[in-house]
Every structure is written in C-alpha cells, then in structure tokens.
C-alpha cells in the first residue's frame, strides 16, 4: 500500500499540490499517494487527526490554516516557532511534527531558480501576515543589508520586524527609499488591488516578487511600468513542496523539471 499525504485548505480545488508531489514521487521512486481535501473552516484539526487515524502520513497546509496547524503540533521546527506557523505536518506515533517551508522556498526559488543573491541586499517585504511570517526567518539568515517590514496596520509591521530583529512601519516611511528586493506578500493581489508604493521604490536592477502565481497582479504590472525584473511565487511553490517532500520521505526531489512542467500548462 502507498503512503498517504495530503493539502489541507479551504479552498483547495485549485491547489496544484497534488501534481508536485506526484512528479516527485515518480522521480523519486517513492510509493505514496497525495490528495486534496477541503477541511471546514470550523474543525480543521479533527479532519487532520480523521486523516492521520486512516493511515495519513503527513500533510501539508494552505490558508487559512497554518496558524491552527501550529497550534495542532506537538513538536515544532525552529522556523516553524520562528513563524508562528506550520505549513508541514508529519505524524510519527502520537507526536505531530510542525514544520515551515514557505520561507527556505522562497529563498531557493530566489537564489536557485533567479540568480538572485540576498546577502547585502535591501529587501522590502509588503504584509505582515501568515505569508510574511514564514519568510522573514530565512531571509535574515542570508544576512541582507536590511529588511524592512511594511504594512497597512503600522503595529503589526513593527511587532513582526522585532521578532526577526529587523525595521517595519508603514506605507509612508517608504518615501524616498529604494530596494533591490520588493516582495509583495500581501492579499491585496487577490482582491486584484496594489499596495501603495512610491514609484521610485525599485533601486535600479530591481527585482519585485509576488507570491502570488498564474497572473499579472497589479504589483507585477506596476513593477513592470517602473523597470523591475518581476517574478510570481510559482517556483516558491514548488521549492516548498520540495523541502516538504524531503522533511517526509528523506530525499530531495529536482524541482526545475516540475517548475517547467507547471509553467507549460
């Protein structure tokens, strides 16, 4: 019998989980399954114990879950207590085991994938919520020149950037600053909104990053008009799936094939 993982969200019907991790096992030559399930807002953590009880072997999670996720574990990974956030479950006897992957995702997709070398580099990172709290972990551990926090709610940026000794404000302590960096981590890409920006913000040979993926979001476009190099969060979603994969199994799959694969269809 295959080993059972699965993604937990809600919604979920768009995750493109599943392919990942199927590419990897037939890589790999691992013998598990990976499904979708929708977990009900109220009861997330009875669906994952329902999945554990039925033989699952670990999970991982999507909004607007992580934070529950966290809770749910009974051990946690350094980045995941850094977070404050699981995105990884892995169920060993009565132990669950949290990790966070969304931050070493990104930094792979950065470094790997872009070229895109952090260490003295200015990076602004736009939000303060769960996205931004898995990232800002291992983006410090790459020692840039700064990292600056902003966001709508001015507190919430400052609290964050004191738990990963760096600066946050808000939107108006931008002015007159530029970044080599500008990741977008907010929700206002879904809403189809742009977080307001000064246009002088992208230092020349700028890179603006969405982690948002499958669209030009207003960030993207706005970057665009004022001469930054632009990426979406597509190969952070799937360097995350990756470090996931080898939290369970052991093995490091290749991501650029997969990366490929998704960008094609």
């Known amino acids: 019998m295959p080993d059972r993982y699965a993604v937990f969200g809600n919604p979920i019907a768009h995750s493109k989980s599943p392919v990942i991790h199927a590419r990897f096992a037939r890589q790999t030559g691992q013998n598990l399954v990976y ?12 669906a994952v114990l329902a999945f554990r009880a039925a033989g699952g072997r670990g999970c991982n999670v999507t909004v607007p879950f992580k934070e529950r996720a966290y809770a749910l574990a009974t051990w946690r990974s350094p980045r995941a207590e850094a977070a404050g956030a699981a995105n990884t479950l892995s169920f060993a006897g009565a132990e669950i085991r949290g990790d966070n992957t969304d931050g070493i995702g990104l930094v792979r997709d950065l470094s790997d994938n872009l070229g895109f070398d952090l260490a003295g580099k200015r990076i602004l990172l736009l939000g303060a919520g769960g996205a931004a709290r898995g990232v800002g972990l291992p983006m410090m551990e790459c020692k840039p020149a700064e990292l600056f926090i902003a966001n709508r709610t001015v507190g919430k940026a400052c609290e964050l950037a004191a738990r990963f000794d760096c600066h946050g404000g808000g939107y108006d302590a931008l002015v007159a600053r530029r970044f080599d ?4 981590a907010t929700a206002a ?3 189809g909104d742009l977080p ?13 990053y969405d982690m948002m993926y499958g669209r030009e979001t207003p960030f ?3 970057a665009r008009r004022h001469g930054a190099r632009c990426a979406d969060g597509l190969g ?5 799936a990756a470090e996931a994969f080898f939290v369970w199994r052991g093995v490091r799959p290749q991501t650029a094939p997969v990366i490929k694969l998704l960008r094609g269809s």
């Open 236 to 240: 952070m979603l799937v360097e995350q």
């Open 35 to 46: 499904e979708a399930i929708e977990a009900p807002l109220v009861g997330f953590a009875d």
């Open 220 to 222: 993207l476009a706005f």
């Open 196 to 208: 307001p920006l000064p246009d002088d913000i992208f230092a020349p040979g700028a890179l603006a």
């Open 181 to 184: 960096l500008v990741i977008n």
């Open 189 to 191: 890409s879904l809403a």
